[in-house]
């Protein structure tokens, strides 16, 4: 990648932040509820009227809704996205405190689902048609199938419940604690993996170069590691992109069932206490970390295949 393609990139991100910033602002402007009173009733006092008018003048809740936008932008632009209504806490820090929970538990997932769909696809594929290939396919359907909080309620009842190995909910963040959810979000993931690594390496199979080597007598193991797998990399590297963004900002259901403290039980814990700040900086942290990881694909795709590399 180009530094003017890399500057394009770049200014593309900035104008979708803007977007979605601006969507995200509106969205909890025309939201119902009362931000005042539901900051207070967090806080557990029942204020008077004139004392609620006086708050919301204040906060600059009373002014129209471009300038509200306008002064919350300006200052999240400065780093600064606001306190909590219900934690009382700056946004940001109560972000970056959840980050890396998610981060870590996102890495495991992700580590856990290339350790299942790399040898499984490939052996699908060598196998094709096959006995082995007919019962991977039936894994790939039973994993697509089944929603993940079906997946970690079972492992909840099963090694939590029946034989006790594991807790349901646990204060510190471990590796025992990390587990279970993990291997909830690898579940499904490792189905759609599977298939797309049988379906990359049944294509570079049926390549010219493969028939060659193998008429040349070289091994079968080295054709399939050496030379199919690097090639077949290209497609698995965007979808590992695109999911561990869509981990990052959409395990909240796992997160709530194994009552885990990421960034995904935060913004429902968020979302039902009507916490706007939160929302609002929540949703603009995912988008942007959504898009540095795309960027950071798309520059790798320079190292992983050189025939993309333009010209200079």
């Given at each position: 990648m180009s530094k003017k393609?890399?500057?394009?990139?770049?200014?593309?991100?900035?104008?979708?932040?803007?977007?979605?910033?601006?969507?995200?602002?509106?969205?909890?402007?025309?939201?119902?509820?009362?931000?005042?009173?539901?900051?207070?009733a967090a806080s557990g006092i029942v204020p008077s009227e004139e004392v609620m008018q006086q708050t919301r003048e204040e906060m600059g809740?009373?002014?129209?809704?471009?300038?509200?936008?306008?002064?919350?932008?300006?200052?999240?632009?400065?780093?600064?996205?606001?306190?909590?209504y219900s934690l009382k806490k700056?946004?940001?820090?109560?972000?970056?405190?959840?980050?890396?929970?998610?981060?870590?538990?996102?890495?495991?997932?992700?580590?856990?689902?290339?350790?299942?769909?790399?040898?499984?696809?490939?052996?699908?594929?060598?196998?094709k048609n096959k006995w082995?290939?007919?019962?991977v396919r039936g894994f790939t359907f039973l994993g697509v199938s089944v929603p993940n909080f079906w997946v970690g309620l079972l492992l909840i009842s099963f090694f939590c419940v029946k034989l006790k190995w594991l807790q349901v909910v646990?204060?510190?963040?471990?590796?025992?604690?990390?587990?279970?959810?993990a291997v909830t979000l690898a579940f499904a993931m490792s189905a759609k993996y599977t298939r797309q690594v049988r379906t990359a390496v049944l294509e570079e199979l049926s390549q010219d170069y493969v028939t060659g080597a193998r008429a040349r007598g070289v091994k079968e193991w080295k054709i399939l590691w050496l030379n199919v797998f690097p090639n077949s990399l290209l497609p698995l590297i965007t979808m590992l992109g695109l999911s561990m963004g869509n981990l990052l900002g959409g395990t909240a259901v796992v997160e709530v069932?194994?009552?885990?403290?990421?960034?995904?039980?935060?913004?429902?814990?968020?979302?039902?206490?009507?916490?706007?700040?939160?929302?609002?900086?929540?949703?603009?942290?995912?988008?942007?970390?959504y898009m540095v990881i795309n960027l950071i694909v798309d520059?790798?795709?320079?190292?992983?295949?050189?025939?993309?590399?333009?010209?200079?």
């Open positions: 393609q890399l500057g394009k990139r770049l200014g593309q991100i900035v104008i979708v932040l803007i977007g979605i910033s601006f969507l995200t602002f509106l969205l909890t402007y025309l939201a119902p509820g009362d931000p005042v009173r539901t900051m207070y809740l009373n002014r129209p809704f471009l300038v509200q936008y306008a002064d919350w932008l300006t200052s999240c632009l400065r780093g600064d996205f606001g306190n909590s700056p946004v940001l820090d109560l972000l970056g405190s959840r980050l890396w929970p998610t981060l870590k538990l996102s890495l495991f997932s992700m580590i856990l689902m290339l350790l299942v769909a790399v040898p499984f696809g490939m052996l699908a594929a060598v196998n082995i290939d007919n019962l646990s204060t510190d963040i471990t590796f025992k604690s990390m587990i279970l959810p069932i194994f009552s885990y403290p990421g960034l995904g039980s935060l913004a429902v814990s968020a979302i039902t206490s009507y916490d706007y700040p939160l929302i609002q900086g929540y949703v603009l942290w995912i988008a942007l970390i520059i790798s795709y320079n190292f992983v295949d050189p025939r993309m590399r333009e010209k200079r």
